[in-house]
């Protein structure tokens, strides 16, 4: 059936619409301002959403998992139930299953585990394989045991199993073999991203790179005679640049800081997020790892962060408060320029013609209801 929403402040990604209607299906039938609204002859649902904004579909291209599961488990069963949650409780329309540092079979188990789910599920549009390639130095919660310099042999098997699904890959472009690795992977079309990194500016620049894994956080950082790979991301304006907003993982100001250096358009909002998310405060697990969840925070038990419980939701709300910035830049950060790097077509914005994957929130910016593919999906717990 089709369905209308009516009176909304609508962010299409490219405009502002103060009263406007939206009309869909699977995909989006018109967008316009009220003035040029006319009732369809046959039945439609209508939706008044006087007072509400409505925004494009979140897209989270870093998220290992949530709701009791992760990818690494290798169960494609339970990640559909994980990524129903995502969409019903927190508006992600497009998802990139994360994986991490572990054995070569375990990975291979979680890639064709997600592979299977995406059969089914349409918001699984990739993998975001995190790891093993990566530094100690900057490890993070990736267990070092698995750490090691690039094997292509490995990931072209990997990446069979995913179907072809891998769109992105953290990696240390430090370690040896990484301008053949990176050179396979620009050939086959998959981002490269510099992540748990201690790379200098000098090999940055060598580096084939143009994304920033959870830009501060496992990585050299800003230092007033070497920039690392925090200053080269915030030099470099090609670079896209991962943001975990949750004010735990960034201090608000410096996040506020990258947004002024980088601009709406090369931030991308990411979760990060792992099991615990979603569920009760307390003990967790990641790769293996014991996790402490309190106060909205996850840490190993020797008190690094592993990974976040931040909700997409509150990432959105978060980046208007640290920085100031507008609804329009927040629409930007959480979906139009994850659409635009990955080459997501049907996704992004609120266009005649694309995937009906919108978001409705309330005066506050409190997720109301979702639409991914024209099936509305309601939060289990409002505002929370």
């Excluded at 409780?89 to 592979?115: C, D, K, R």
């Excluded at 969840?293 to 990432?315: E, I, M, Y």
Aim: with cysteine; glycine share 8%.
């Amino acid at each position: 059936m089709t369905t209308v929403l009516t009176h909304a402040t609508i962010y299409t990604g490219h405009e502002v619409i103060r009263d406007g209607y939206l009309r869909f299906d699977q995909q989006l039938q018109a967008v316009g301002p009220m003035s040029d609204y006319q009732p369809a002859p046959s039945d439609e649902a209508r939706i008044d959403l006087t007072g509400q904004t409505v925004v494009p579909g979140f897209i989270d291209v870093h998220s290992h998992g949530g709701y009791g599961y992760d990818a690494m488990d290798g169960n494609a069963d339970q990640i559909n139930a994980m990524v129903q949650q995502m969409t019903a409780n927190e508006g992600v329309t497009t998802y990139f299953a994360t994986t991490m540092t572990q054995s070569h079979q375990n990975i291979a188990t979680a890639l064709q585990a997600v592979h299977q789910a995406a059969t089914t599920n349409p918001v699984i549009q990739g993998i975001h394989l995190e790891g093993p390639f990566v530094s100690p130095v900057f490890k993070g919660a990736q267990p070092e045991e698995y750490i090691e310099a690039p094997d292509l042999t490995a990931f072209k098997a990997w990446n069979e199993l995913a179907g072809g699904m891998i769109k992105v890959v953290t990696y240390a472009p430090e370690n040896p073999g990484s301008r053949e690795f990176e050179r396979y992977c620009l050939a086959h079309g998959i981002v490269l991203s510099v992540g748990h990194s201690n790379a200098t500016r000098a090999e940055m620049k060598h580096s084939l790179a143009t994304h920033v894994t959870h830009l501060y956080n496992a990585q050299r950082g800003l230092q007033h005679r070497e920039p690392g790979v925090t200053g080269h991301a915030l030099l470099e304006a090609n670079l896209y640049t991962e943001m975990i907003a949750d004010g735990f993982h960034v201090y608000p100001d410096m996040i506020k800081l990258a947004y002024e250096l980088k601009g709406a358009d090369r931030m991308e909002l990411v979760t990060d997020s792992m099991r615990a998310k979603g569920m009760p405060e307390g003990t967790s697990e990641l790769g293996g790892q014991t996790v402490i969840v309190k106060d909205k925070q996850a840490r190993l038990t020797n008190g690094h962060l592993a990974g976040s419980v931040l909700r997409f939701p509150d990432a959105f709300k978060n980046i208007i408060q640290f920085t100031g910035c507008s609804i329009a830049d927040a629409v930007q950060m959480s979906s139009g320029n994850q659409a635009r790097e990955f080459n997501l077509t049907q996704k992004g914005s609120l266009t005649v013609g694309k995937d009906a994957d919108l978001n409705v929130l309330d005066s506050d910016l409190n997720l109301q209801m979702t639409f991914s593919l024209g099936r509305l999906f309601t939060p289990a717990r409002v505002n929370q």
